[in-house]
């Protein structure tokens, strides 16, 4: 696995290019052209945590497929 700090990020993503292409993203959503789940949940009870799955998928000139992950505990 490799993780990436902010540092990293920012060495190759603007906050520029970040807003230019949220602005794709939400047009692909507002045109139909993007699928986006609800947020699947999954309980880790022995822990008190929790692990989150968003997965999304815009098709369109530049198709993109992803997941953001996020584990709490």
């Not at 990020?9 to 052209?33: F, N, P, R, T």
């Amino acid at each position: 696995m490799r993780v990436l700090t902010k540092k990293d990020v920012q060495a190759v993503y603007s906050m520029k290019d970040a807003i230019a292409d949220d602005k794709i993203a939400l047009a692909a959503y507002s045109k139909g052209d993007a699928t986006v789940p609800l947020r699947t949940n999954i309980d880790i009870k022995p822990d008190n945590g929790q692990s989150l799955y968003m997965p999304g998928y815009a098709a369109g000139k530049e198709p993109a497929l992803g997941v953001k992950i996020v584990s709490v505990y």
